[in-house]
């Protein structure tokens, strides 16, 4: 074996040795019925009939559809410009540049326009594509500074710090760059964006701070017609640059970056993640207009009525369940530990669609268009309240800091066992259905489906170095085409794997105090010597 084999395989052992080596994911068997709580189509568009034959559609009338021809430096893209333009319109933004991905958008801009004596403010729950974004840049080491996590007076102690101890900055001669995310992947927790905001204006009154947001997990889901929580807020006026991907709730692949004329054409000569690739295909770029023609015709709004209202349920179901096991074992983190607080009715409308949830069919939820078979309203319901919007002109207003946080389509299931955890729900057969505590949500119900053998679960284990240590969780994400029978099933499997887990614990302690018991504690440890 070469030296470099011995290193390569050293380090993989290593991380066999603690339990995080990462593998790719093992494939379903066909004739078992697949739940997916692990990836994030959270509008389950990836699987919608309208938007594939949608797409098709478009295919087969388009002139190209084959590769894109290069990079967009070397080749005319006019299906590409066309597409910047309109999400220009459509984000509200000055400029709008498309790359491959999130990740090669969040090299490209932190590596480029960061300058010598520039700094960065980052959440410390920040997405690994800026990390290398900085590693790349002309930033010293000491010029990227972490702030804890959603966390304004961190961030508001830092700029103090970094005020008192840089006269340029002071003086606005240097800039400094605030890196968050408007969701997080990891936590399902959501920034607070107006305060962060507020608070780079008010201590940077001379406009050299510049808030940075990914929006790659909210995009379509939140905000009007899914155009993001920056756009909720009424903060595009105010924000830098802002992301958007197309990989997760679109069911297509690609990003575009939000900013100013300025800063595109710059990115355009410096960055060399978009400079040095191949751009999208005509195909790609095909298929993510079809996906933002369902997000401006209101259909993704009815999703995301239906996906926000499972969240809540999900959360309302699994919280008084866990209180029954030690946090040791199994634990919602603290932001879904309680109830918060009540959130003011007007805004949470605007925030997640005004619509009553749609109840997809299981196991297929697109085989009827959403806005036309909706569910029935409870008797004594009120009727949803109509909303219009101005396709023309952003006409949302400012949302005060307590109408956050809105539900989260991520909830991650702590425990020190996620591998156990996963591993059970992939092969969790019911014995009977699940019922819902009183406590559970009240809105309307879905209709019932029969739970049948053969079904995986499949959730994904995280673990560090993904996680900090200590955190390890199972991630749950949930799809608009999820029904709450689907929720009530994840809950049952979940509750069911606690059961077992915690009666093997209490066998062991029953054993070990009937041997201290029957021999006593000093025979016991003489035998074990």
């Excluded at 959501?190 to 780079?200: Q, S, T």
């Excluded at 079809?290 to 009815?302: A, N, R």
């Excluded at 499997?493 to 504690?521: N, Q």
Aim: proline share 10%; charged share 20%.
């Amino acid at each position: 074996m070469s030296s470099l084999s011995k290193k390569l395989t050293a380090a993989l052992k290593s991380r066999d040795d603690r339990l995080i080596r990462r593998r790719l994911p093992e494939p379903t068997p066909t004739m078992h019925t697949k739940i997916d709580f692990t990836s994030n189509d959270y509008l389950s568009l990836s699987t919608s009939p309208a938007l594939r034959n949608a797409v098709l559609s478009a295919l087969s009338s388009a002139p190209q559809i084959l590769g894109s021809g290069g990079s967009r430096l070397l080749v005319p893209a006019p299906p590409h410009a066309t597409l910047e333009a309109r999400l220009c319109r459509f984000l509200y933004a000055e400029a709008a540049l498309l790359f491959n991905s999130g990740f090669d958008a969040n090299v490209g801009f932190f590596s480029s326009i960061t300058q010598p004596g520039d700094l960065v403010l980052y959440d410390a729950h920040i997405h690994a594509s800026v990390h290398d974004g900085m590693r790349l840049s002309r930033l010293t080491r000491d010029s990227a500074i972490s702030f804890a996590h959603n966390s304004v007076p961190a961030l508001r102690r830092a700029l103090g710090r970094l005020l008192r101890e840089r006269d340029d900055l002071k003086a606005g001669k240097t800039s400094v760059f605030v890196a968050v995310e408007s969701l997080y992947s990891m936590d399902g927790t959501i920034a607070p964006l107006a305060e962060i905001v507020e608070c780079v204006e008010g201590m940077l009154p001379l406009g050299n701070g510049y808030v940075v947001v990914d929006e790659a997990h909210a995009t379509g889901i939140y905000g009007p017609k899914g155009r993001g929580l920056v756009v909720a807020l009424g903060l595009e006026k105010r924000v830098f640059a802002r992301l958007h991907t197309f990989g997760k709730s679109l069911g297509s692949s690609g990003a575009v970056l939000l900013t100013t004329p300025l800063v595109k054409d710059y990115l355009l000569n410096y960055a060399r993640s978009l400079v040095y690739t191949t751009t999208l295909t005509y195909a790609n770029v095909i298929a993510v207009d079809c996906s933002f023609d369902m997000l401006e015709d209101g259909t993704t709004e009815v999703l995301s009525a239906h996906l926000l209202g499972l969240c809540r349920y999900l959360v309302d179901l699994l919280r008084p369940q866990l209180k029954k096991y030690p946090s040791s074992l199994l634990s919602l983190p603290a932001h879904l530990a309680e109830p918060s607080s009540p959130t003011p009715l007007n805004r949470l409308r605007e925030l997640t669609s005004p619509q009553e949830p749609w109840h997809p069919s299981h196991p297929s939820p697109w085989e009827t268009d959403p806005r036309a078979e909706r569910s029935p309203r409870r008797k004594g319901s009120s009727p949803p309240t109509p909303t219009t919007q101005n396709t023309n002109t952003n006409t949302s207003t400012p949302t005060s800091p307590c109408s956050f946080p809105p539900p989260s389509p991520i909830i991650p299931i702590l425990t020190p066992y996620p591998r156990a955890l996963s591993a059970f729900l992939l092969s969790y057969t019911p014995s009977h259905p699940f019922s819902a505590p009183p406590s559970a949500s009240s809105s309307s119900s879905s209709p019932s489906s029969p739970l049948r053998p053969q079904i995986t679960l499949h959730t994904k284990p995280i673990y560090p170095p993904t996680v900090p240590p200590g955190t390890s969780r199972v991630r749950i994400c949930l799809h608009a085409s999820h029904t709450r029978a689907d929720v009530a099933l994840l809950v049952q499997g979940i509750v069911a794997w606690a059961e077992e887990r915690t009666s093997e614990e209490k066998t062991r302690r029953e054993r070990w105090e009937a041997v201290v018991r029957d021999v006593g504690l000093g025979v016991w440890m003489e035998a074990k010597l």
